[in-house]
């Protein structure tokens, strides 16, 4: 009886490091972008950029950077209490989400190339620190598009 008692615990302890190696999703980051915009600039060398990065695997991953082929420079910021700050990484928590939108964290295209137009796209490259580089084509919308018409705008 005291043998198979102990046989038993350890192939349960072997299920379970097994699933924690290949259960779907699990240990890795999983990540998706959508509801991505820019919304067409005023100014021609600022603009600004939406997005909402999805994680659905069992680690978190974090963005670390941002390129553009219209800009010269893309920084990511976030906002507090209306004040604007720059920021080097963002997490994206897994089984989580890292929203950018009007009104909060945002992503800044500056020393643009080129003034993007309504319905015109913009290819914007994240780079993330374990799940690499990820290509998303970023949509220019109207000036005043807003997905959620109550959030005021970041700038
Ligand atoms: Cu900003």
């Given at each position: 009886m005291r043998r198979r008692a102990v046989l038993t615990a350890g192939a349960l302890a072997g299920a379970l490091a097994l699933a924690g190696c290949s259960?779907?999703?699990?240990g890795r980051p999983d990540l998706s972008v959508g509801s991505s915009y820019m919304p067409q600039?005023?100014?021609?060398?600022i603009a600004a950029g939406f997005l909402t990065i999805t994680n659905k695997g069992g680690a978190q991953d974090r963005l670390t950077s941002v390129t553009s082929s219209v800009a010269g420079q893309v920084t990511m910021h976030s906002t507090v209490g209306g004040a604007m700050e720059e920021k080097s990484s963002f997490v994206i928590p897994a089984h989580g989400q890292l929203v950018f939108k009007s009104g909060g964290n945002h992503l800044m295209f500056e020393k643009l190339k080129r003034k993007p137009e309504q319905g015109q796209k913009v290819t914007v490259k994240l780079t993330f620190a374990k799940s690499g580089p990820l290509t998303v084509e970023m949509p220019v919308r109207s000036?005043?598009?807003?997905?959620?018409?109550?959030q005021s705008t970041g700038h």
């Open positions: 259960g779907s999703g699990s600039p005023v100014s021609a060398d000036a005043t598009y807003n997905p959620s018409a109550n």
